[in-house]
């Protein structure tokens, strides 16, 4: 149902296949549904139903669901044909087009075969793992996403609380209700800093980041924690679900902008994905997102750092996450994504809440480009900056003078303006410098 503002609510519905196919209905004052399709609590696809297209019986919820699951099943299922592209990347060639083809005729009962080929929670291995939690004055929000960690299949073995520049008591309050978690202060503000803080206090081989707007996957600890058993990873990345969907500002900011879903197949990413990308710039913002990120701790014992001038609370609203994963992936380490390693995304509500993120978002991605070729030389970024991204914004403007300006694409052209102020990212001097946010 609209609501009186003319904004239209879509309910966030998780169905699991593995344990049987249910009709579907819309609940009352919903005007439709985004359904992410797991199998035995891993993501393989969604799709979203208007009102007007339910209820579903449960032959129209398989064939529905048969769609939405298909590429990522067959990414699962075979060795060859359904591999990701990665970021920036042709599709990969398929390496024996007949044995594909022969592998798929022969294929009687794919979902048994799905099983055999879903990753395992097997025995937990000996790495330990800490969560970390970077936060600034948003207890409540805090408190529903510790409750998540808390409740985990596979708890992890410490978990901490950045309360970063605090400027009252209140996430503190909110820790002390969990003996099990450990509270920091960091006093210098921003994000970067808190992830430092974070990297350098935590007393685990390996350390998961999520933000205090997110609900993690009770699976999501014991599914990143099983992601490094190649020693070459340095980061892990997983997938990002909206919690809801409930305002015209969270919907635009999930089917419009795709900042947070890389998709449900697993990528991986190394320094010959930097070399091969290196005629246009790799966009490496497209390995993950912060809000669901796992980094080995030798990287900070090797010195990886996150850049302080960078992210939220300093400069802008991103980039201090691709930025560690450029240092990473230049120094030849390697980063994954996972997909079967999910959480929950509250995004904001409101339209001027996402106009700003869009605003600080385009801020820091082009502070980053300019950090990076400061750092590294690499022509790529100023490609980025001088063709790619301009070029962008006047292929999108040219389209809504042709297609009209809705207000998705009206924000999206509105990041030009932070895209210009992340320019002040050529004037700073050093790596300790904290610009003015």
């Known amino acids: 149902m609209t609501t009186h503002n003319g904004e239209q609510r879509w309910q966030a519905v998780s169905l699991d296949l ?11 004052g919903y005007d439709g ?10 993501p393989l696809g969604h799709c979203q139903l208007a009102s007007a297209q339910l209820p579903l019986d449960r032959s129209q919820v398989a064939a529905v669901a048969a769609q939405s699951i298909s590429t990522a099943a067959g990414d699962y299922i075979f060795e060859d044909g359904f591999r990701s592209a990665l970021p920036g990347s042709p599709p990969p060639a398929i390496e024996d087009p007949v044995a594909t083809l022969e592998a798929l005729l022969s294929v009687e009962r794919p979902i048994a075969r799905l099983a055999m080929n879903l990753p395992v929670v097997g025995p937990k291995p000996r790495q330990r793992l800490t969560v970390a939690v970077c936060t600034h004055e948003r207890p409540q929000e805090l408190e529903r996403c510790l409750t998540s960690i808390v409740a985990s299949a596979e708890p992890p073995d410490e978990i901490l609380v950045i309360d970063n520049a605090p400027q009252t008591n209140d996430t503190y309050d909110v820790v002390a209700r969990f003996p099990s978690v450990r509270y920091c202060y960091e006093p210098q503000p921003g994000l970067s800093a808190a992830r430092n803080s974070a990297m350098a206090a935590a007393h685990c081989e390996l350390i998961a980041f999520t933000d205090d707007d997110v609900v993690v996957h009770p699976d999501w600890t014991a599914r990143l924690r099983r992601c490094f058993e190649d020693p070459t990873v340095m980061v892990v990345t997983g997938l990002v679900l909206p919690a809801e969907l ?19 197949r697993r990528r991986y990413f190394d320094a010959d994905y930097l070399t091969a990308a290196r005629r246009r710039s790799a966009p490496v913002w497209e390995i993950g997102a912060g809000a669901n990120m796992a980094i080995r701790r030798r990287a900070f014992d090797l010195g990886y750092r996150f850049d302080t001038r960078l992210g939220p609370g300093v400069f ?23 997909p079967s390693g999910c959480v929950f995304h509250y995004h904001r509500r409101d339209v001027p809440a996402l106009r700003n993120v869009v605003t600080q978002y385009m801020r820091g991605h082009v502070a ?31 389209r809504s003078i042709t297609c009209g300006f809705p207000l998705g694409r009206r924000i999206m052209l509105r990041g030009w303006f932070g895209s210009f102020s992340g320019l002040r990212a050529a004037f700073f001097r050093g790596r300790s410098e904290i610009p003015a946010e």
């Not at 049987?20 to 009352?28: I, K």
């Open 18 to 28: 593995s344990r049987g196919v249910p009709e579907l209905s819309c609940e009352p």
């Open 33 to 42: 549904m985004r359904v992410v399709f797991f199998w035995k609590r891993i």
């Open 246 to 264: 409930e305002t015209q500002a969270q919907q635009i900011f999930e089917n419009d902008f795709h900042f947070f879903h890389q998709g449900y």
């Open 316 to 338: 802008g609203g991103c980039g201090e996450d691709s930025e560690f994963w450029y240092q990473i992936l230049v120094d030849g380490w390697s980063c994954l994504y996972e």
């Open 368 to 398: 980053a480009l300019i950090i990076q070729f400061r750092k590294y030389g690499h022509f790529a970024n100023l490609r980025r900056l001088v063709w790619e991204l301009p070029a962008e914004y006047i292929i999108l403007f040219l």
